[in-house]
């Protein structure tokens, strides 16, 4: 910790910081809470996520497995992934909106019947696909600003603050030794002169 001055500027400074510290600190702390909560909220939707996956996989596989010897392929593409802006706690994050697909046309007699459902099943899949990338980068930037917050709140709580009350307790000591030893001098010296204005009248 640098030396600080032991004058009532520096004192002044002190308490200033402080007092700014003792501000900030509060809606850093709220801040936190409410990133963790968000953090909380995001990963419940991930595991919902994954429940949907699972349902999806878990309703197709009596009929996957059917076009294992056929050629045709599953008309559907991904066309683009359509987000828009949100804000957590001062976050700038995406929010997941919708996919884009297109679905070729096809011949519904040179096509078998399991196509459509395939296309179907593969477009649900590119959406919670989809879904599933937006919230990690939702969880990711939130989890980098509660890094950031909590270092913050840790930095104000552990050294700032107890800082500036220790750089205020030596200050306000040695001012105050300061302020003693000069009523001390002053008594002294006014002693002084009294005593030679009675050797004075004595002669």
């Known amino acids: 910790m640098p030396k600080v001055k032991l004058t009532k500027t520096e004192l002044k400074t002190q308490k200033d910081a402080l007092a700014r510290f003792a501000r900030f600190l509060p809606l850093l702390q709220l801040k936190k809470q409410q990133l963790q909560t968000e953090i909380a909220h995001l990963r419940a939707k991930a595991d919902e996520i994954a429940r ?6 878990a309703g197709i596989e009596n009929w996957v497995g059917l076009p294992a010897d056929d050629s045709a392929e599953i008309p559907i593409v991904l066309e683009s992934v359509v987000t828009g802006a949100g804000n957590i706690a001062g976050v700038a994050i995406p929010v997941f909106e919708r996919i884009e697909t297109s679905r070729p046309e096809t011949d ?25 990338n937006v919230l990690n980068d939702e969880i ?20 700032k603050i107890p800082e500036c009350r220790e750089n205020i307790r030596v200050i306000t ?29 004595a002669a």
């Open 52 to 57: 949907e996956r699972g349902a999806l996989f």
């Open 108 to 132: 519904l007699f040179a096509t078998p019947a399991w196509v459509d459902d395939a296309a179907d099943a593969a477009g649900k899949l590119m959406e919670i696909s989809a879904r599933e």
């Open 140 to 159: 990711r930037l939130i989890a980098e600003e509660l890094r950031v917050t909590s270092q913050r709140v840790n930095l104000f709580e552990k050294v």
């Open 173 to 201: 000591i040695a001012l105050g030794d300061e302020q003693t030893a000069g009523v001390i001098r002053g008594k002294i010296s006014k002693g002084r002169t009294r005593g030679g204005h009675k050797e004075e009248d």
